[in-house]
């Protein structure tokens, strides 16, 4: 589905993404691990088309993004939740909800069918539609961003530290939601970016490490003992 052709980008000429390769199949849960300044955000929007890509190539299903316009980009079914959530706070949860496809031009029954198709995968946001965004609190805010994605985002979802300072109530239900959706959606291809991989738990199907822009070789997660107890397996490719 999403293809990194060997991507390197810079900002302001400072080299911050470096030969990038990977493929993310649809149907998975796929994070990328890295310290604050790795690299993890600059590769979500290069996705999005907000940073240019010096060299290389990424393929969205066989189709070069740097082809379609960045505003052009959800219209593909790509859903986009960065980290610092950009609710509209003068509109209600639902009005943010409904916004995207509304400007994709979707017809109000396709936005209605999206609409409660989030509402069965995040059901907390149901007591949240009628309330403005700006009464949100940072938590809700990032739930209330997380549904928005999902309204859009019918191939591939983008989702920048979502876990980052979220209490443990709601990152629970937050990766409740993204088990849901996995389940519901089983066609989709979730991209999760965070700082501490402890965050993300059992979430992703595959973690990969970035660091100083550069993807790390991936290792094969140790083997089960049938003496080992559960709890103590791990879930990452890396220690």
Same mark, same amino acid.
């Given at each position: &589905? ?17 030969? %990038? ?7 998975? !849960? ?17 996705? &999005? /088309? ?6 290389? @190539? ?19 079914? !790509?859903?986009?939740?960065? +980290? ?6 003068? $509109? ?21 069918? @999206? ?13 949240? $539609? ?8 940072? /938590? +809700? ?6 549904? *928005?994605?999902? &309204? %859009?985002?019918? @191939? ?33 291809? %979730? ?14 199907? @595959? ?7 550069? $993807? ?8 089960? *003992? ?14």
């Amino acid at each position: &589905m999403l293809h990194f052709d060997t991507i390197s980008a810079d900002i302001v000429k400072v080299p911050v993404l470096r030969n %990038i390769q990977a493929e993310l199949p649809p149907g998975s !849960i796929i994070a990328v691990v890295g310290c604050n300044g790795a690299g993890k955000t600059t590769l979500l929007r290069a996705i &999005m /088309g907000f940073v240019k890509l010096r060299s290389g @190539r990424i393929l969205f299903d066989g189709t070069d993004l740097a082809s379609v316009p960045a505003h052009n980009r959800t219209r593909l079914g !790509i859903g986009y939740a960065p +980290q610092e959530r950009v609710m509209f706070p003068s $509109l209600t949860v639902e009005e943010n909800l409904r916004l995207p496809c509304q400007v994709s031009g979707f017809k109000k029954a396709a936005v209605d069918e @999206r609409l409660s198709m989030t509402l069965e995968v995040v059901p907390q946001l149901k007591d949240m $539609l009628a309330r403005s965004c700006a009464a949100l609190s940072g /938590g +809700q805010g990032k739930i209330a961003a997380l549904g *928005r994605a999902l &309204m %859009i985002g019918t @191939r591939l979802v983008l989702l920048d530290e979502p876990f980052q300072g979220l209490a443990p109530a709601l990152a629970n239900q937050y990766s409740e939601a993204l088990k849901r959706l996995q389940q519901t959606q089983p066609q989709l291809c %979730i991209l999760v970016t965070e700082s501490n991989a402890s965050l993300l738990k059992d979430v992703p199907d @595959r973690t990969l490490h970035i660091e100083r822009g550069a $993807l790390l070789p991936e290792q094969p997660k140790a083997p089960s *003992r049938p003496d080992q107890p559960f709890s103590s397996l791990s879930l990452e490719a890396y220690s």
